[in-house]
Structures are given as structure tokens and as C-alpha cells.
């Protein structure tokens, strides 16, 4: 049988942990755990559970990706509302300074280093709007509606508020875009609900999910003029999160009105069920990043129990670290 570096050209590398920059097709042998390992592409999306957040919420916002993420906001009972913001870096959380002002049920967009937070319950239901600029926040112009337990997506300097509730009827369809300096009223949604998902930019978003009366699965893509009824997901539910694009989009966790953590994916046409759930089924957290490298976080067990746990989601496609063995 030939070697492997008659074949390839190089040996197998021997280290004590596993390379921090691994390329794909590199193999190397762990010695800490005594196992050969190498760098393939996964065939299907799994999650991986990643350090917790330092303040376990629900009702939180997310934004930003998944080696570069943001947490802020939510709410753990009996304390009050939380202005806490905490800071990903792909491995473990970092505290950041608090919002200006501390509330639930808020929404975000952008990235780590240039986020925005809107809406939400502090109580009351508020229209404030503050921008982070990787240190701090900054106060800004409010949104024209107030209110909580909407979706958000975009960048800082041309967000979209669609959706959302007081806490109870009445439901909300309307829609609302930020250019970096003031919000602007849009066409609203066709299906007024609260609790739902977002994914996507300004001009091209989708909105899924949420409560409509009852959990929906209803799905509708924004051109940034208009919302347009598209194919459903394929469970309903609301209080989950989503990532990704409008033509990318992945949905995870909620109710049903029980606790899932079903994931489904969506490619710009439909949904399609990803065979691997979140490890830990919740309602009410945040999400981050794209369909191929996701970040959950946060959210309720569906029992009243309040987590701060962290999950990363790679997708079809996306580099995977495996053990090899040989039978």
C-alpha cells in the first residue's frame, strides 16, 4: 500500500490541537486525543453548542455574523428589562456597554461594529432607535410606530421594522425603513403578526413565521417597495429567529406553540426541513449570521427556564472538522 506522502507529497502532520486555520482536504493526527482528523465539506447542516452568553435572557436582539455577533437587550424574570450587550467572537462572549435605554422585544440589524437597536418594551413600548458603533450606543432618531416583537434587517444605514404587537392585539403589518437618519413609512406587510423572523437587506427581505392569532408559517419577500405572499415554511410557528438572505434564508427554533428547534432553509422559491435540529429547543431567542454559518442564542426552554445558550450552524457546503477512522 502506498504512503501517504508518496501520494500527496507530505506527511501527516502530528500536533497536540488541531490547526486554527485548517484548509480544506488538510489531514493531521491530534495527539492530545490520539485521533486523525482533516478538513472536509459537510453534506448536510448541523448545530454546535459554543460557549453561553454571560447574561441568560429571553426577548433579546441579534445582529452581525457568526465569528463576529451581538446580543443586546431582552429580559431575565423577576429582573427588569436588560440593557445589556454582550460581544461574539466566535468563541466566547465579551460584556460591552449597556443600551441607553434597557428593554425587550427589540430589534436589530447590521454588523458587530456598526449595529443598530429599534423598538421594543422598556415598559411602555418605545420607538427609540440608538446606534452602536462597536463600543457604545448612541441615541438617534425614533421609529415612527411603537412597538415590540417585530423582525429587523438591513445594515445600520438602511435598516427595515416590519411587523410586530403592543404585547397583544392589536397586530402590526406596518413596515418602516432607516436610511442612517430617520425612519420612513413603507407598504405594509399582508399579514399583520407579531413574533416573527426576518432575513435579508432593505430592498430584498423575507419575513416569516410569527402569530397571526394562531402560529403561521406564511412567508413574503420585500423589493423594497412592496411585500408579496410567497410559498410557506413547513411548520408553523412563532418566537423563533432567522439569518441569511432573502435568497439564503435559514428559520430555527420557536413555538408550535410547544418549544422546537426545527431548522428549515430557504433558497428564494421554498422551504426545505434540515434533517438536524437546534440541540436545544427554545422560543424567544436571537439568531445571526447566514445559512451557511449561523449563531443562536439566548431564549425561553418553553417551561419558563431562561438560557443563555449559544449554538453555531454550518451549513451543506461548509467546511467541518471530522475524525477519520479506518475499518
Do not use: C, H
Not at 453534506?43 to 452568553?53: E, K
Not at 408553523?236 to 408550535?256: D, K, M, P, S, V
Amino acid at each position: 500500500m502506498a504512503d501517504y506522502i508518496n501520494i500527496y507529497g507530505q506527511d501527516i502532520l502530528a500536533v497536540a490541537s488541531d490547526p486554527a486555520n485548517p484548509t480544506v482536504g488538510q489531514i493531521w493526527y491530534n495527539t492530545t486525543s490520539n485521533t486523525l482528523k482533516g478538513l472536509g465539506v459537510s453534506s448536510v447542516g448541523s448545530w454546535a453548542t459554543a460557549n453561553p452568553l454571560n447574561t441568560a435572557r429571553q426577548y433579546l436582539a441579534g445582529t452581525g455574523t457568526q465569528t463576529a455577533g451581538l446580543a443586546f437587550g431582552g429580559r431575565n424574570p423577576p429582573s427588569p428589562p436588560s440593557g445589556s450587550t454582550e460581544e461574539y467572537d466566535g468563541i466566547s462572549w465579551t460584556n460591552s456597554n449597556n443600551l441607553n435605554t434597557a428593554r425587550l422585544g427589540l430589534r436589530g440589524a447590521g454588523i458587530q461594529t456598526s449595529a443598530l437597536a429599534f423598538g421594543g418594551s422598556s415598559p411602555p413600548f418605545t420607538t427609540a432607535t440608538e446606534e452602536y458603533d462597536g463600543t457604545s450606543w448612541t441615541s438617534v432618531n425614533s421609529m415612527n410606530t411603537a412597538r415590540g416583537f417585530m423582525s429587523g434587517v438591513g445594515i445600520q444605514t438602511a435598516a427595515l421594522a416590519f411587523g410586530g404587537n403592543l404585547g397583544g392585539p392589536p397586530l402590526f403589518s406596518a413596515t418602516e425603513e432607516y436610511d442612517g437618519t430617520s425612519w420612513v413609512n413603507s407598504n405594509p406587510m399582508n399579514t399583520a403578526r407579531s413574533a416573527l423572523a426576518g432575513a435579508g437587506t432593505q430592498t430584498a427581505a423575507v419575513g416569516f413565521g410569527g402569530d397571526d392569532s394562531v402560529v403561521t408559517a406564511a412567508t413574503e419577500e420585500y423589493d423594497g417597495n412592496s411585500w408579496t405572499n410567497v410559498n410557506s415554511m413547513n411548520t408553523a410557528r412563532g418566537a423563533l429567529a432567522g439569518a441569511g438572505l432573502q435568497t439564503a434564508a435559514i428559520g430555527f427554533g420557536g413555538e408550535t406553540p410547544s418549544a422546537t428547534g426545527a431548522t428549515e432553509e430557504y433558497d428564494g422559491n421554498s422551504w426545505t426541513s434540515s434533517p438536524a435540529s437546534l440541540a436545544t429547543a427554545r422560543v424567544w431567542l436571537a439568531g445571526a449570521g447566514t445559512q451557511t454559518t449561523g449563531l443562536a442564542f439566548g431564549g425561553n426552554l418553553g417551561t419558563g427556564v431562561i438560557v443563555g445558550t449559544t449554538e453555531e450552524w454550518n451549513g451543506a457546503g461548509s467546511p467541518q472538522t471530522k475524525t477519520i477512522t479506518v475499518s
